[in-house]
Protein backbone atom coordinates (compact mmCIF):
# COMPACT_ATOMS: atom_id res chain seq x y z
CA UNK A 1 0.00 0.00 0.00
CA UNK A 2 1.57 3.22 -0.90
CA UNK A 3 1.99 5.80 1.44
CA UNK A 4 -1.25 7.94 1.91
CA UNK A 5 0.27 10.84 4.43
CA UNK A 6 -3.58 10.77 5.88
CA UNK A 7 -3.75 13.81 7.94
CA UNK A 8 -5.15 12.92 11.80
CA UNK A 9 -8.38 14.74 10.82
CA UNK A 10 -8.59 12.04 8.11
CA UNK A 11 -7.52 9.51 10.43
CA UNK A 12 -10.21 10.61 13.01
CA UNK A 13 -12.81 10.40 10.35
CA UNK A 14 -12.27 7.03 8.90
CA UNK A 15 -12.36 5.99 12.84
CA UNK A 16 -15.13 7.56 13.28
CA UNK A 17 -17.08 5.82 10.23
CA UNK A 18 -15.21 2.34 12.25
CA UNK A 19 -17.52 2.83 15.20
CA UNK A 20 -20.20 3.77 13.78
CA UNK A 21 -21.10 6.85 12.00
CA UNK A 22 -23.84 5.98 9.31
CA UNK A 23 -23.45 9.35 7.36
CA UNK A 24 -21.02 12.30 6.57
CA UNK A 25 -24.11 14.90 7.03
CA UNK A 26 -24.77 14.50 11.20
CA UNK A 27 -20.47 14.52 11.50
CA UNK A 28 -18.48 17.61 10.71
CA UNK A 29 -15.27 15.50 10.47
CA UNK A 30 -16.34 12.89 8.05
CA UNK A 31 -18.23 15.27 6.04
CA UNK A 32 -14.85 17.42 5.47
CA UNK A 33 -13.05 14.35 4.58
CA UNK A 34 -15.20 12.37 2.84
CA UNK A 35 -14.47 13.59 -0.78
CA UNK A 36 -10.47 12.40 -0.21
CA UNK A 37 -11.77 9.55 1.57
CA UNK A 38 -13.65 8.31 -1.25
CA UNK A 39 -11.27 9.07 -3.49
CA UNK A 40 -8.32 7.26 -2.13
CA UNK A 41 -10.85 4.23 -2.01
CA UNK A 42 -10.99 4.12 1.52
CA UNK A 43 -14.84 4.58 2.36
CA UNK A 44 -17.45 4.04 0.33
CA UNK A 45 -21.46 5.09 -0.07
CA UNK A 46 -24.27 3.02 -0.20
CA UNK A 47 -27.27 3.68 -1.99
CA UNK A 48 -29.08 5.26 0.92
CA UNK A 49 -25.98 7.22 1.32
CA UNK A 50 -24.55 5.37 4.55
CA UNK A 51 -20.62 5.75 4.59
CA UNK A 52 -18.75 2.41 5.34
CA UNK A 53 -15.09 1.95 5.34
CA UNK A 54 -13.56 -0.37 2.23
CA UNK A 55 -11.58 -3.17 3.11
CA UNK A 56 -8.44 -0.96 2.07
CA UNK A 57 -9.72 1.58 4.72
CA UNK A 58 -10.37 -1.07 7.39
CA UNK A 59 -6.59 -2.35 6.72
CA UNK A 60 -5.48 0.94 6.65
CA UNK A 61 -6.59 1.91 10.39
CA UNK A 62 -5.02 -1.81 11.89
CA UNK A 63 -1.45 -0.89 10.10
CA UNK A 64 -2.08 2.67 11.98
CA UNK A 65 -3.38 0.76 15.24
CA UNK A 66 -0.46 -1.70 14.79
CA UNK A 67 2.47 1.27 14.47
CA UNK A 68 0.68 3.13 17.76
CA UNK A 69 1.27 0.11 19.76
CA UNK A 70 4.76 -0.54 18.82
CA UNK A 71 5.73 3.53 19.32
CA UNK A 72 3.86 2.78 23.01
CA UNK A 73 5.77 -0.44 23.50
CA UNK A 74 8.79 0.47 22.91
CA UNK A 75 8.63 3.50 25.69
CA UNK A 76 6.07 1.73 28.12
CA UNK A 77 6.47 -2.55 28.16
CA UNK A 78 3.57 -2.18 30.25
CA UNK A 79 1.47 -0.10 27.76
CA UNK A 80 -2.10 -1.48 27.25
CA UNK A 81 -2.93 -2.61 23.08
CA UNK A 82 -6.26 -4.54 22.21
CA UNK A 83 -5.86 -8.01 21.59
CA UNK A 84 -6.21 -8.08 17.60
CA UNK A 85 -3.17 -5.63 17.70
CA UNK A 86 -0.93 -7.96 20.41
CA UNK A 87 -1.89 -11.52 18.42
CA UNK A 88 -1.00 -10.14 15.25
CA UNK A 89 2.46 -7.94 16.27
CA UNK A 90 3.43 -11.44 18.34
CA UNK A 91 2.70 -13.37 15.01
CA UNK A 92 5.09 -11.48 12.82
CA UNK A 93 7.37 -11.73 15.48
CA UNK A 94 7.47 -7.84 15.77
CA UNK A 95 6.82 -8.25 20.09
CA UNK A 96 7.38 -10.98 22.33
CA UNK A 97 6.14 -11.38 25.81
CA UNK A 98 8.02 -10.29 28.81
CA UNK A 99 8.59 -12.94 31.77
CA UNK A 100 7.76 -9.78 34.41
CA UNK A 101 4.58 -8.92 31.85
CA UNK A 102 3.80 -6.55 29.20
CA UNK A 103 5.72 -6.58 25.94
CA UNK A 104 9.46 -6.44 24.52
CA UNK A 105 9.85 -5.32 21.03
CA UNK A 106 12.26 -7.63 18.98
CA UNK A 107 14.88 -6.63 16.84
CA UNK A 108 12.33 -7.34 13.94
CA UNK A 109 10.28 -4.66 15.72
CA UNK A 110 12.58 -2.12 16.57
CA UNK A 111 13.74 -2.51 12.54
CA UNK A 112 10.24 -2.07 11.64
CA UNK A 113 9.62 0.85 14.26
CA UNK A 114 12.87 2.27 12.53
CA UNK A 115 12.10 2.19 9.20
CA UNK A 116 8.12 3.92 9.74
CA UNK A 117 10.25 6.86 11.30
CA UNK A 118 8.77 5.61 14.88
Known amino acids: MKDQKLTTDEY ?5 IRRGARTDR ?7 NAK ?5 KLI ?3 RDGSVALTDKGTELLFLRRCIEAL ?3 AADPLA ?12 KSHIAARAE ?5 TDKGRDSLADIGG
Open 101 to 105: GGFAL
Open 71 to 73: RQL
Open 80 to 91: AADAEVVHFLSR
Open 44 to 46: QYG
Open 26 to 32: FNACVGR
Open 36 to 40: KLSGL
Open 12 to 16: DALEF
